[in-house]
C-alpha cells in the first residue's frame, strides 16, 4: 500500500510538470492583456523539435533550449497577428495552434514511432534515499525542480517586483500604461514569446522526459488544460501550479483505481480529472471581488496604439 | 463546449463563433487540398494496362503498428506484382468528409482497386462502391458488404491465446496488467483470449485492466502500463498501442511485454514476451488477383492462423525448450483447426457459464462479445 503512494505521489510531480510550464507562460502572457489558445500547438512544436533535436544531438539541453525557441518563434508569428496587425487574439490564437499541431509532425516526420532515452532522474545522495520523502520528492529529474522553480519566479516576479507592477498594469489599461511611458506593444511580445518557450519547454518534457518517443498528438488535449488551469487558477502562478498537481495526481489516481477492479464506471472516473480539478479551484477561487482583481481588464481586446 | 467557455469567460466583442469556424474551415481546406495535390499530384503518368491500386491509412505508415502493417501488405503486392502495378498511397487521412473527398479524387484519377484502411471509412466507402462499380474496394474491419466492397479482419484473438499461455509461464506475481483503449467486442475479446491462455497454463492467475478512453494518448497508457507494475503485474498486454509507449516502458522497468499488430522486439529487445504479428499479404495479394481476374466479389475475411493472417513474432529466450514445444504446439493445433481458444467450460466474471463443456463460440458470437471471463478483476465500462 505504501508502495502505491509513494508510485502515485511520486509520478504526479512528473505528470504536473508540462502542464506548470505552460501555464505558468500562459498566466504571464494572460497578464498582460493576451489571450494565446495556440498552446497545444506550441506545446507539440515544442515536443517534436525538443524530441529531433535531442535524438540528432543526443544532448537534453540543446533539445530543451530548441523546443524553447522553436515554441518561441511560433509565438512571435501569433505575436505579429495580434500587436501588429491586430487580429482578433482567440482566431489567431487557433490558427496559430492549428498551424503548430502540423509543423509538429511534419517536424517529427522521420521520427514517428521512435523512442529516446528519457531524461535521467537526479541522484541526490542521501536526499534521494530518505524513506518516503526520497522517493516521492527527491528522485526526479532535473526539469521537474526547473518547473517548480520557475513558478515561484513567475510568482515573485509578478506580486513582488516593479517588473511585474508594469505586466499588470499593461494587462489592466493598455492605454493608460502606455501614456505614463510603458511600451505597451514590446512588454505585451515580450511576454507572449516567453510564454510560448515554456509552452515549448512543456512540450519537449512530454518527449524527452515523462513519454520518451515521438507519436503524432502525443501532447493530446494538454495544451487545452493548460488554458483552463489559468483561468480556473485565477492568473495566480502558485494556484495554477496546485491545479496542476492536483490534475496530475486525480488523472493517475484514475488509472490506479481501475486497476484495483473498483466497479466504478471508467467513462466517470476518466472524467474526475477535469471535474475535481475544476471544483476546487473554483472553490478556492470562488471570492467574487477576487475574481475581478485577478481577471486581467484588458485580457481578449486588441490594443490599437494610434487609438 | 469549448467555444461557450470561451465566450463566457473572455468579454470578446466579435461573433466569435464565426470567425473560429470560418478561420478552421478554410485552414484545414486549404492543407488538405495540399496534402491530396501534393500526394496524388506527384503520381507519375503511367500506361493504360497498369492495375492502379489507392490505399488510405489513417495514420503514418510509420516503423510499426496499424498502418505500418498495412503498407507491409502493399509492399508485398508491389514485390508479387512487380510493374503490373502502381501504387497511390495517401496516409493520416481523419475518418470523414476529407476520407471521401479522396476516395472521389482516386477515382477520378482512374484507380482500378482501393484499399481503405480504417473502420470509420466504411459509410463513405460504400458511397464511392456505389458511385464507381468498376472499382474494386477492400476495407478494414467494417462490416457492410457490396458486390465491389469486401472487408478484411483477423482473428488476433487466436495469437492472443497462445501469449497468454506464455505470460502464465513467465508470471511470477501471477497477475498480468493490460492497457486497453475502449471495451469494444474485438478488445474484450482480446482480453478474454490472453486470460484463458494464461490460466491454461497457471491456474492462480488474475488480470487487471485499465481503460484508457482514448484511442490515442501514449502518455496515458505509459502511465497505465506504471500504475499496474505497481500493483505486482509482472508481465502487461499492451492492446491495440501504435507506439511502443507501453513497451518501452516495461523494457525500462524489466517487466514482461506482449503487444499487438507489429513486431515491437527493437523497443524491448529484453522484456518482448511476444508480439501478435498481423499480416496482410496473402490476402491482399489473392484480393488483387481477383481484381485484376475480374472474379472479385466483395466478401468478408476473418483471418487467422490458418491464413496466415496472425502470428507469434520474436519470443523471448527467457522460456525453456519445453515451453517452447507446449507453445508451438498449440500454434499449429489452432492452425489445423483442432483447438479453438474459446472453448467450453468458460466461466464468466459473474461465475455464469457463457460457453458449455464441448462447445466453443460461435463466431457472431465472438464479433459481439461483452462479458470478461472469471480471473479478470477488473469490471467492464457499462
New interface residues.
Given amino acids: 500500500m505504501l508502495d502505491s503512494v509513494i508510485f502515485l505521489l511520486a509520478s504526479t510531480l512528473a505528470a504536473a510538470t508540462p502542464l506548470l510550464f505552460a501555464a505558468v507562460g500562459e498566466a504571464v502572457v494572460e497578464k498582460t492583456g493576451v489571450l494565446n489558445l495556440s498552446i497545444e500547438g506550441m506545446m507539440a512544436i515544442g515536443a517534436a523539435t525538443g524530441f529531433v533535436v535531442a535524438t540528432l544531438s543526443g544532448s537534453y539541453v540543446q533539445g530543451f533550449a530548441m523546443a524553447a525557441i522553436a515554441s518561441a518563434l511560433l509565438s512571435a508569428v501569433f505575436a505579429g497577428l495580434v500587436l501588429t496587425f491586430l487580429a482578433n487574439q482567440v482566431a489567431a490564437g487557433l490558427a496559430i495552434g492549428i498551424l503548430g499541431l502540423g509543423l509538429s509532425v511534419l517536424i517529427g516526420k522521420e521520427f514517428e514511432g521512435t523512442t529516446i532515452i528519457p531524461l535521467q532522474d537526479l541522484d541526490l545522495g542521501t536526499l534521494s534515499e530518505l524513506p518516503f520523502i526520497g522517493p516521492v520528492l527527491f528522485s526526479h529529474d532535473v526539469m521537474v525542480y526547473v518547473g517548480m522553480a520557475t513558478v515561484i519566479v513567475c510568482w515573485w516576479v509578478l506580486s513582488h517586483t516593479r517588473l511585474g507592477l508594469i505586466i499588470r498594469a499593461v494587462g489592466e489599461s493598455p492605454s493608460a500604461a502606455a501614456t505614463i511611458g510603458y511600451p505597451v506593444l514590446l512588454i505585451r511580445l515580450l511576454a507572449i514569446v516567453f510564454g510560448g518557450a515554456m509552452a515549448g519547454l512543456g512540450g519537449a518534457y512530454l518527449t524527452l522526459a515523462y513519454t520518451p518517443l515521438w507519436a503524432e498528438g502525443l501532447v493530446a488535449g494538454r495544451g487545452w488544460i493548460v488554458v483552463a488551469l489559468v483561468v480556473f487558477g485565477m492568473w495566480r502562478p502558485l494556484r495554477i501550479a496546485i491545479g496542476a498537481y492536483l490534475f496530475g495526481a486525480v488523472s493517475l489516481l484514475e488509472l490506479f483505481i481501475q486497476g484495483q477492479g473498483y466497479a466504478i464506471p471508467s467513462q466517470l472516473m476518466s472524467a474526475m480529472p477535469y471535474i475535481i480539478t475544476i471544483t476546487v479551484l473554483a472553490v478556492i477561487s470562488r471570492n467574487p471581488r477576487l475574481i475581478r482583481l485577478n481577471h486581467p481588464a484588458s485580457l481578449g481586446q486588441t490594443y490599437n496604439k494610434s487609438a | 463546449m ?1 467555444l461557450s ?2 465566450t463566457f ?6 461573433s ?1 463563433e464565426e ?2 469556424k470560418t ?2 474551415k478554410s ?2 481546406t486549404i ?1 488538405w487540398s495540399l496534402a491530396t495535390a501534393l500526394t496524388i499530384g506527384t503520381a507519375p503518368a503511367q500506361a493504360q494496362d497498369v492495375f492502379k491500386i489507392g490505399y488510405i491509412y489513417p ?2 505508415a ?4 496499424w498502418a505500418h502493417e498495412l503498407d507491409r501488405g502493399r509492399l508485398a503486392i508491389e514485390e508479387k506484382f512487380g510493374d503490373k502495378v502502381e501504387s497511390v498511397v495517401v496516409e ?1 487521412i481523419p475518418e470523414g468528409p476529407d476520407a471521401a473527398r479522396i476516395m472521389n479524387q482516386m477515382a477520378a484519377q482512374g484507380v482500378d482497386m482501393m484499399m481503405l484502411g480504417s473502420f470509420g471509412y466504411m459509410n463513405d466507402g460504400l458511397k464511392t462502391a456505389k458511385r464507381y462499380s468498376d472499382i474494386d474496394f477492400i476495407h478494414a474491419s467494417g462490416y457492410k458488404l457490396l458486390d465491389n466492397l469486401g472487408n478484411f479482419q483477423t482473428r488476433n484473438y487466436e495469437a492472443a491465446y497462445v501469449a497468454g499461455m506464455g505470460a502464465g509461464f513467465v508470471t511470477e506475481t501471477n497477475t498480468i ?1 493490460m492497457v486497453a483503449a475502449y471495451a469494444i467486442p474485438e478488445v474484450v475479446g482480446l482480453i478474454n483470449a490472453f486470460t484463458l491462455g494464461a490460466q491454461a497454463t497457471n491456474a492462480d492467475i488474475s488480470v ?7 484511442w ?5 497508457a ?3 502500463a ?3 507494475m ?2 505486482q ?1 509482472d508481465v502487461i498486454f499492451s492492446i491495440y498501442q ?4 507501453v513497451v ?1 516502458v516495461a523494457e ?1 522497468e524489466g517487466v514482461y511485454v506482449v503487444n499487438t499488430s507489429s513486431d515491437m522486439k527493437q ?1 524491448a529487445s529484453n522484456q518482448l514476451l511476444v508480439s501478435l504479428q498481423i499480416s496482410w499479404a496473402d490476402y491482399f495479394i489473392e484480393q488483387v488477383q481477383a481484381s485484376m481476374d475480374d472474379t472479385f466479389v466483395g466478401s468478408a475475411f476473418w483471418g487467422g492462423m490458418a491464413d496466415n493472417a496472425v502470428s507469434m513474432a520474436s519470443w523471448s529466450d527467457d522460456l525453456s525448450a519445453e515451453q517452447r514445444a507446449t507453445l508451438d504446439s498449440t500454434v499449429a493445433r489452432i492452425s489445423s483447426g483442432e483447438f479453438h481458444p474459446f472453448q467450453g467450460p468458460v466461466i464468466d466474471q459473474a461465475g455464469d457459464e457463457k460457453i458449455a463443456e464441448g462447445d466453443t463460440l460461435a463466431d457472431g458470437d465472438l464479433l459481439a462479445i461483452s462479458w470478461l471471463v472469471k480471473g479478470v ?3 467492464l ?2
Wanted: net charge negative.
Fill in positions: 469549448l467557455f470561451l469567460y473572455f468579454p470578446i466583442q466579435q466569435l470567425v473560429m478561420w478552421i485552414a484545414r492543407a495514420s503514418p510509420g516503423d510499426v503498428g493520416n496488467g487487471k485492466v485499465v481503460w484508457l478512453n482514448s490515442f494518448d501514449p502518455s496515458k505509459q502511465e497505465s506504471r500504475s499496474l505497481a500493483q503485474s501504435d507506439t511502443p509507449s518501452s525500462e523497443y478483476e477488473t469490471q465500462p457499462k
